[in-house]
């Protein structure tokens, strides 16, 4: 087999992103080791799982649910071996997830670069994956962390279920706000949340605190998914590392669609839903109709409020911490959940 | 989504296999109890899964690794729930490989049955393995079982290791006995050991008796998968529930073809060689030439003694144990896995 890794180069995009590296100053060192450590989990005596590897590795990611258990126990303590290796393994299960789905939904590009399923074939990604996912339990299970293990296996199946909503509501113009709510909770906003809750948990041991940051993740979470939907609509190619439109082209209706469409009178919607049911939405002459149809029925004004609604629901979580840098970073973290470009 | 299920029939050469019924014998209240809880497992609010599960309750397999727990552990004592859950865990986790192995061997049937993947499609199989992988682990968990959390997670660890070579040693006719060994002790070996280990567990506690049982399963393991490539020559169609020459097809070179070529002279196993690398051996009309090479060059034969060879090494380690009905279907087992029909 050729190494598709030989075709890679960074874009220029990635290189930045300033409002990151200001909140992730207190946990530097500790994200630095985090790293390293992700470097080990990626090595094998299997030639073809080290070229998948190394393709992974060369685009390191933004690390922002290690970051939030970092800086969540941080609050608290100074990190040890416990938290660098749960940290690690969320950021495998977060890869894991975005490997299986990647050649779900058939995606060509990620952050820019081309995705396993692209380079290699659907295989290999489901593949690759399993082995992320059990190497992550594995080392946490081997090293006696059996109360992280809880919670990441509790996430893990959420994240599942959250993929099989996606499937089932796919290409479904009359999925509504609650039921795509629970599609996004699942999907997303359960890792945010258990990042957060390991970091409690390490942090101050099981309690009220672990309950309590669980649902400032959750939050947080949902903020950032709503976001990330916003982008496909308002978003810069150039920043995005993806075309506008490509959520609506891989069958996903998400929230800005999903408002405008309850806010737009019967006609309208029904003549919108009999786009998106023929498929013909997906085609790009048409994307600039959904566009206007989207912006003409508030569905970014809302879609926007609503994440900031959540994101301040998120805020007040955090109200009986003590000041420190790192509580300030997750206030930080919050705010770039909502106003990131990308 | 229409419902595949509708075209279910259960073939009739599933309907009895008197040798396994009747090493089942002891178990057979507990395995009963296993196959109901399972049921539980697959209920879910979500229809996708739903339908998905249903297509796989309909023909419950042989349930050989939760057979083997529950001998092994009621050797020593009564099984409780403890051993009810686990033996569901194994059983469940070998359900998840069996999805995404045919979805990555683009298999098109199961036991005569048609595969996840024939009747949805790929993404559907990712997920549906997702989703049993990671409810096994979570239920596991859940319950506080950690120390059988930890030995299925280093399993399926290995198992999705074995995924790995048995993909780079696709097609690839120059592979050595011992990289396929290496092979399939990771992806088949494996979960027969840990099936056996978690009993040995569950029964005496951490010991000796767990490291004896895991080496018991591991040289299992081997004779049952051996057993099984030999199939692939001289199995009866209908008895097996798909064609001879299955794996070939699929790029898997196995046991007996490895054995004739490493006894054929250079010239020979130079032309079958090239055969195999060109494809042409895939072809229906020389599947016969294959089977003539390998009978010729005894590897059939000689991979029947690899087979019953660490049949007799698993049926050695038993030796110290006390005379039981659990111990005779242990040994019966044995026998099971070098001389079933399918």
Not at 16 to 34: F, G, I, N, T
Not at 123 to 132: A, F, K, P, R, T
Not at 232 to 261: C, F, N, Q
Request: hydrophobic share 40%; aromatic share 6%.
């Amino acid at each position: 087999m050729p190494s598709p890794t030989d075709r890679n180069t960074t874009p220029a995009f990635l290189a930045r992103d300033d409002a990151l590296r200001r909140l992730q100053a207190p946990v530097d060192a500790s994200l630095r080791e985090v790293q390293e450590r992700i470097g080990d989990f990626f090595t094998t005596p299997i030639v073809l799982i080290d070229e998948v590897s190394r393709h992974l590795l060369s685009t390191p990611g933004k690390k922002f649910r290690p970051t939030l258990l970092l800086l969540v126990a941080g609050m608290k303590k100074e990190p040890g071996p416990k938290e660098i290796r749960s940290a690690c393994v969320l950021e495998l299960i977060h890869t894991a997830t975005l490997i299986h789905d990647d050649s779900v939904d058939k995606s060509y590009l990620r952050r820019g670069i081309p995705t396993v399923n692209s380079l290699w074939d659907d295989q290999v990604s489901i593949i690759m994956g399993d082995y992320l996912y059990t190497k992550a339990f594995h080392s946490l299970l081997e090293d006696g962390y059996h109360d992280v293990a809880e919670i990441v296996a509790r996430c893990a199946f959420r994240m599942s279920i959250g993929e099989m909503l996606q499937i089932e509501q796919k290409s479904d113009p009359d999925v509504t706000e609650e039921a795509y709510d629970q599609l996004i909770q699942e999907k997303t906003a359960s890792l945010i949340s258990a990042s957060c809750e390991v970091g409690a948990l390490l942090g101050w041991g099981p309690g009220e605190n672990q309950r309590r940051m669980a649902a400032f993740g959750t939050d947080l979470g949902m903020a950032y998914q709503i976001t990330d939907d916003l982008f496909d609509y308002v978003g810069d190619e150039r920043v995005m590392g993806k075309e506008a439109g490509s959520d609506l082209r891989e069958g996903k209706i998400t929230a800005p669609l999903i408002r405008a469409l309850r806010n737009a009178p019967a006609e309208e919607a029904a003549r919108m839903k009999a786009l998106v049911r023929s498929g013909e939405a997906l085609r790009p002459a048409l994307w600039s109709d959904v566009l206007g149809f989207v912006e003409k029925h508030r569905g970014l004004e809302e879609s926007r409020q609503r994440a900031l609604g959540f994101a301040e629901r998120a805020r007040t979580r955090l109200l009986s911490c003590d000041d420190s840098p790192h509580l300030r970073c997750l206030l930080e973290a919050v705010d770039y959940a909502v106003q990131r470009d990308r």
